[in-house]
């Protein structure tokens, strides 16, 4: 294939590569094939022949217009980034379009400029200091993309995907599909001999791991370390959908039912597994008791939610059913009363 020239407003003598390469910095560095597209863009910020400053307007640009305008044209940001960008980035954008003459690509590199952006889009601006490699559209998924592959080997993708790690896929051009199949060699080296190193951990560090740290280990051994240390526990390498599974599976032991929806919302409020167990075997003795008392029947979500995470209204729901049955029985359920006129023993950790 022939070499092909390329340009880019900051880089206007140009350079030489192969049709490939030339693809690649098209689509993911900012560069073009036409001088005169670079030419024209060089006079924009960030460009080679750029005269101007980006800063924080004055106070007189900034108060040109009314109020009623500025979130007029607030509202405009939210629509096109949508939650892309956080409060004090639109913010930068909205200032910058008044300022650059209502100049989207001048308001976006603005915003490019500053601190939280080279933060909340970690590794994305290329060497130049003002281009990116992706839109912030194409950021966020491909972030998502990076979580996705993690979690298909039921490991939870925040111990992997530390903000380092993940500027230096982004840095380096990594889809999600490499990252994938990186993941996946590691994986089949070590797959034959996970009893070995089961065997290695238990006899050498009294520890029985799971083939999810294990492999964790294995792409990183730092958080090898770490697991070995106590400093990462055996919940925060799996996966947050397989803890999610195995909270619906404790309530199916203890003879209830619920849907994968409620099962995500008690792991987000802070259930284990643990207290998912605890709590789901009270779950029927809650309810009779409500039933034979008159009152409404309480949800398992809302049992859960009062006897296992503190739910202050859903709690005072239970143990009001709890001291009507005591009044009316002196059969004990496991909790007793205390002087403070609380019912202690149902939360026991």
């Known amino acids: 294939m022939a070499d092909v020239k390329l340009f880019r407003k900051d880089d206007l003598t140009g350079f030489t590569v192969g049709r490939k390469r030339a693809d690649f910095l098209i689509e993911n560095a900012g560069y073009t094939e036409s001088y005169e597209e670079a030419l024209a863009g060089s006079n924009t910020l960030g460009g080679s022949n750029y005269t101007g400053t980006v800063g924080t307007p004055t106070q007189s640009d900034s108060t040109q217009l009314t109020d009623a305008a500025k979130n007029k044209i607030a509202e405009q940001g939210k629509l096109k980034f949508g939650n892309l960008l956080s409060k004090p980035l639109l913010d930068v954008w909205v200032e910058n379009y008044l300022k650059f003459g209502e100049d989207e690509s001048s308001a976006i590199s603005a915003v490019r400029q500053t601190p939280e952006y080279k933060q909340a889009f970690a590794g994305n601006l290329n060497p130049d200091g003002a281009t990116v490699k992706y839109t912030e559209a194409e950021y966020r998924q491909i972030e998502d993309g990076y979580k996705r592959k993690i979690e298909a080997i039921n490991v939870n993708p925040n111990v992997i995907l530390t903000p380092e790690r993940k500027a230096q896929l982004i840095e380096n051009v990594v889809s999600p599909d490499e990252l994938g199949a990186r993941i996946e060699a590691v994986r089949g080296d070590v797959l034959g001999s996970i009893p070995q190193v ?11 791991l799971t083939d999810e740290e294990i492999l964790v280990s294995a792409i990183d051994p730092q958080i090898g370390q770490d697991i070995i240390s106590g400093t990462i526990s055996s919940r925060d390498i799996v996966a947050e959908r397989i803890e999610t599974a195995q909270i619906g599976a404790e309530a199916l032991l203890a003879g209830e039912d619920i849907s994968v929806e ?15 167990r605890r709590g789901f075997q009270q779950v029927r003795s809650i309810q009779q008791q409500a039933l034979a008392q008159g009152r409404d029947v309480p949800t398992i979500q809302d049992i859960i939610e009062g ?8 709690l005072r729901e239970v143990v009001n059913i709890i001291r009507q049955q005591e009044s009316a029985s002196s059969v004990s359920l496991g909790a007793t009363q205390a002087t403070t006129g609380a019912v202690t023993g149902l939360l026991e950790a």
């Open 198 to 208: 089961k065997e290695f951990y238990l006899r050498n560090f009294n520890r029985l």
């Open 307 to 314: 006897t296992e995470l503190g739910q202050s209204e859903e």
């Open 262 to 276: 409620v099962a995500e919302q008690l792991k987000d409020l802070g259930l284990s597994v643990s207290a998912a």
